[in-house]
């Protein structure tokens, strides 16, 4: 008692209190917690890796390293949101007429951290990290337009996803959802700190991604390589473009509802507040202003990575690729007149419910387009059913039930009937595990050999996709049920003896698809101690038909020697089978790239002291974090930075290492794509 | 009622959510016990089988295809240039695009036709008198006034069978969304504001109703019934709460307001007048604001005042 009364004034409200010790399971996962992170700091000093980490990794610049940051960031908040997700379905198929394992608070905890965590801290850092790797290499570019924007971005995200972990430990987080409506979560009703870390975490994390947004879409105006037109690039760059723009116009709505509803919590004022002029509607409308484009932010670029997936491993042209792109801008724009639909139910006029409804089903119809536009990929190619495809074939059966789910929320009266239900829970799930996390997934497979030069595992990749699919119709399509029958979202506790059979198979679904991420987790072990196995370096495994895989696997780090001439669509296949694919070795210019910056780590873990002081009310963090920022950023201004030249003997040097392996590598048919003859170089007479 | 199996877990129940018996929706999907919620469950299976046109298509497509095209089949055609027909792009655009419009015209006409605030019954000369009853969304309970018979319960809605309900909606807490799943989907009750919700009962039964909307740790247990009952058992009900049912004053509503989750269902005989008005006033700042708000939100319809 003494040590808290003596830290009060220099720790705010912070005190042993916060150790969540009331509830065993929350113990358990605060514990969990810090050992993982002390045993990962620990693995690192032991190795004495941790200058090689700083000046490699948490200072570079380079996009690779950037995109390959991002998606570890992903995959480990991944991991939690999934136990997190396992821990709902097995209270709920226990709390049938009693209470269950964990406290309705807990609970309550659970859904806001898994839902924030799967939106904020897993699928944009995955799409962001996977554009980041992959879309400057499709256009031909040595890097984005801002790289050190980029290491910024990345290290706000990574703050935000640090305070969310941080309340594991120091509880508790907020009870208000990923959405957080007011006036829940104003002061009166939820007076902890809970609601302050789900603000703190959303504000860093919707400022790195407006100013990702900024920095993808300068990228794709300003940095393609001669000859690539808009209409020349691969699809994922258009959809990358898409996200981009929707991410600058709509991140900066929830900006302001989070920062509005910190007024109201730090300051007394009365933006959301029930009484004293509030309007709570306000911040319902705002939230999804944001909430609704997010939606397709993070639905879009996987739709780009199918095109390429069932482009690629068809071996022919995308079907329709005019329409694809007409599609995905139209999907971009309407998305945007449709944020209504989140609360057909708060009592406006039929009229706006219907145009609103009318609007929503629009979007069905380029969404559509796209679907069958992938079919037609297939329908006389030579279709080869590796991982990465087998989770597009699935994304596509499964994506279209949910638009089925999502067609009958459109119409308002129909909304009235399940919004609020598991049914939404299963119609959203429906989306955005097959369109987003799918997707996700099948990049992070298709794209590994390029990134590290050797291929995944493919037995454990189908391992993890059985369970997945498996695990997800299992967990979900009870909840359609259920939803039908108006058991509402949120609930701790269900008593309807009725529901126990839906919830058990809902639990076991669950359980299969934490038994799918350790089967990744399996497969990225495997590959990496087989490794030698499944060395692609000379960079094509897949017969890609893009600029980056023209490139060695892992590609240097200024990409191109010579930035390629593009002469149409689907560069790389054109360039193999014309017989330009692998330039011969000349003589190199000696090539600009940024130099590395602290920049962004210091902002963000800057930024990440702001956050914690003011969750906390430590008046001296906040202000210490706050002025660091504004000094930081300003002293940053004033630093000359030339760059750093990698001369032409270095370029030449890396080159001709490359060739060497070109020329070593036996060209491979597609009959042994998947064995260890496969070495990066693909047959093309056949 | 069906005293059935579902008795024993009931009772059980009960305690929890402190309810003299939660009826069981055993079925699933069970059937609609009035026109709102057939109508919207109608519209629901329509709609469904209407999307069935794209997405079985879709389902049988993709495996047949990605088969029937594999690259080990060589008797299968190969065309690596094709990307574009121009019968196959007018109809995948086409055939999307009328059912769309077909559902948008569904749409225009059935949010109207089913907009919660339109009164049902309206025109018909048979119909008996709408019931008018105020709803006030507490944490974790429902407080029902019913203003012309100055009589309220808490947690129980007792309606006739076969007569027009008008609900008016507040919330003296955060926001709330009332859901009957067998009489009618669901509307938001916020405070300060009235929202409005109309139903009938067309068959006497017990349906659960709940609060669809997280408000807090009670969330789960914020369930009440729905008991729907001939005219004649009605109009006795009303008599035995009046003459044995609690005073309802602005101390008592005080204590019914602190959050918590009610032991049991309550009845009160004596309501003050305009309890629900100024459970509503509360939240705006002085008579004469409230007086012009009123007036301004009497166009507005999430407001209007009543």
Redesign the interface.
């Known amino acids: 008692m003494r040590i808290e009364a003596l830290a009060g004034p220099w720790l705010g409200r912070l005190s042993l209190s916060a150790l969540p010790t009331d509830s065993p399971v929350a113990m358990g996962a605060a514990l969990v917690a810090v050992l993982g992170v002390l045993g990962v700091a620990g693995y690192i000093t032991g190795k004495g890796k941790w200058r090689y980490l700083w000046r490699e990794w948490f200072t570079s610049v380079d996009h690779k390293r950037i995109g390959i940051m991002y998606v570890v960031l992903a995959l480990v908040m991944l991991a939690r949101a999934v136990i997190e997700a396992l821990v709902m379905r097995l209270q709920q198929a226990d709390a049938v ?3 269950g394992f964990i ?3 807990h609970f ?1 905890q659970l859904f806001s951290t898994h839902g924030s965590i799967m939106i904020f801290f897993m699928a944009m850092p995955f799409l962001t990290g996977v554009i980041n790797y992959v879309m400057p290499l499709q256009i031909g570019a040595r890097d984005v337009s801002f790289p050190v924007l980029n290491s910024i971005s990345l290290m706000l995200t990574a703050a935000g996803a640090a305070l969310v972990m941080i309340s594991l430990v120091l509880a508790p987080f907020s ?3 990923w959405s957080g ?1 007011a ?2 979560t104003e002061l009166r ?1 939820s007076p902890g700190v809970g609601v302050d870390y789900w603000i703190w975490a959303v504000t860093l994390s919707s400022i790195g991604s407006t100013l990702t947004g900024i920095n993808f879409a300068v990228t794709i105006y300003k940095k393609r390589a001669p000859g690539m037109h808009l209409f020349r690039m691969p699809l994922f760059c258009w959809t990358a473009l898409c996200t981009s723009i929707l991410m600058i116009f709509a991140m900066p709505a929830l900006t302001v509802a989070t920062a509005l509803l910190a007024l109201d919590r730090y300051l007394g004022m009365h933006f959301f507040t ?4 509030g309007n ?2 306000v911040y319902a409308n705002l939230f999804w202003l944001f909430g609704h484009p997010e939606v397709y932010i993070v639905v879009l670029p996987s739709f780009g990575v199918f095109s390429e997936l069932f482009s690629t491993f ?8 005019t ?1 694809l792109v007409l599609a995905t801008m139209t999907i971009a724009v309407l998305s945007f007149t449709v944020w209504l639909h989140h ?1 057909f ?7 706006i ?2 145009a609103f ?2 609007a929503t ?2 979007i ?2 380029p969404t ?2 796209k ?3 992938w ?2 990929t ?8 590796t991982t990465p ?1 087998l989770w597009g ?1 699935a994304f ?2 499964t994506f ?2 949910g ?2 789910s999502g ?2 929320l ?12 598991t049914f939404l829970v299963a119609h959203f799930h429906n989306m955005l595990i097959p369109g987003t996390l799918f997707g996700m997934i099948a990049a992070y497979q298709f794209w590994f050999p390029k990134a590290f030069g050797f291929r995944l595992e493919e037995r454990w990749g189908r391992v993890a996709f059985g369970c997945w699919v498996i695990g997800f119709y299992l967990a979900f399509m009870p909840l359609y ?1 259920l939803g ?3 058991m ?12 126990r059979p839906w919830l058990l198979v809902a639990a076991g679904g669950a359980v299969l698809i934490v038994l799918g991420m350790a089967a990744l987790a399996m497969q990225l072990a495997m590959s990496i101690r087989h490794r030698d196995r499944n060395r692609v370096r000379a960079g094509d495994p897949w017969d890609g038909r893009s600029l980056e895989w023209s490139t060695s696997s892992p590609p240097p780090e200024y990409n191109f020697a010579k930035l390629p001439a593009v002469q149409g669509r689907d560069a790389f296949w054109t360039m193999k089978r014309s017989g330009r694919a692998y330039p011969p070795l000349e003589r190199y210019a000696p090539i600009m790239l940024p130099e590395n910056s602290a920049i962004g780590p210091l902002l963000g873990a800057l930024g990440l002291a702001t956050a914690f002081g003011l969750v906390w009310r430590i008046g001296w963090m906040a202000g210490l974090g706050t002025a660091g920022v504004l000094v930081a950023v300003i002293g940053w201004s004033f630093v000359r930075r030339p760059g750093r030249t990698v001369d032409e003997r270095q370029v030449e040097r890396t080159e001709t290492r490359w060739h060497a392996v070109l020329v070593a590598a036996v060209p491979v048919s ?1 009959e042994h794509e998947c064995d260890p003859r496969n070495r990066g170089l693909a047959d093309v007479a056949a | 009622m069906q005293h059935t199996a579902t008795e024993g877990h009931a009772k059980r129940s009960a305690s929890r959510v402190g309810l003299a018996a939660m009826p069981a929706r055993a079925a699933i999907f069970a059937v609609a016990a009035g026109p709102v919620a057939a109508a919207e469950r109608q519209l629901l299976v329509q709609a469904a089988v209407l999307m069935l046109f794209v997405v079985v298509p879709v389902i049988v497509l993709t495996p047949w295809v990605a088969w029937r095209f594999r690259r080990r089949n060589r008797r299968s055609a190969y065309r690596p240039g094709w990307d574009f027909s121009r019968v196959l792009e007018v109809l995948i655009w086409g055939v999307p695009a009328l059912l769309v419009a077909f559902l948008a015209v569904r749409v225009w006409t059935q949010s109207r036709a089913l907009d919660p605030y339109r009164a049902i019954d309206a025109g018909q000369a048979s119909a008996a008198a709408p019931l008018d009853v105020q709803v006030v969304g507490l944490d974790w309970k429902w407080l029902f006034i019913y203003p012309d018979q100055h009589i309220a319960t808490l947690n129980t809605l007792v309606l006739p069978v076969g007569r027009a309900v008008h609900l008016h909606l507040t919330s003296d807490t955060v926001m709330e969304s009332l859901l009957v799943p067998r009489l009618a989907g669901q509307i938001y009750a916020m405070p300060g504001m009235i929202t409005q919700l109309w139903l009938r009962a067309d068959r006497p039964g017990d349906f659960v109703g709940e609060n669809t909307q997280y408000n807090g740790s009670g969330f789960a247990q914020q369930k009440f019934v729905v008991h729907a009952v001939d005219a004649g058992d009605f109009n006795r009900w009303i008599g035995k709460v009046r003459a044995d049912g609690d005073v309802l004053d602005a101390r008592r509503y005080r204590e019914l307001a602190r959050r918590g989750v009610p032991a049991a269902p309550e009845r009160f005989g004596q309501v003050d007048a305009d309890l629900f008005g100024r459970i509503v006033a509360k939240y705006h700042a002085s008579a004469q604001v409230r007086a012009s708000t009123m007036a301004s939100r009497a166009t507005g319809r999430t407001n209007d005042a009543h």
């Open positions: 007429n009693r209470s406290s309705a608070e309550g009870t208000g959802g409506y006036p829940f009703f029930s009484g004293g002029g709570m509607m068809s071996a022919k042209k995308l079907y329709g690729y329409s609360f139910t708060m009592g406006q006029s039929a009229n419910n219907a409804g009318i089903m629009l069905g119809i559509g387009v679907v069958y536009d079919i037609l297939m329908f006389r190619g030579r279709v080869r059913f495809l074939l596509l059966v279209v039930i638009g089925l067609i009958l459109a119409i308002p009266p129909v909304d009235f009937l399940v919004h609020n239900t049920v039908l029958e108006g509402p979202r949120r609930s701790a506790e269900v008593f309807d003896e009725a529901f597609r």
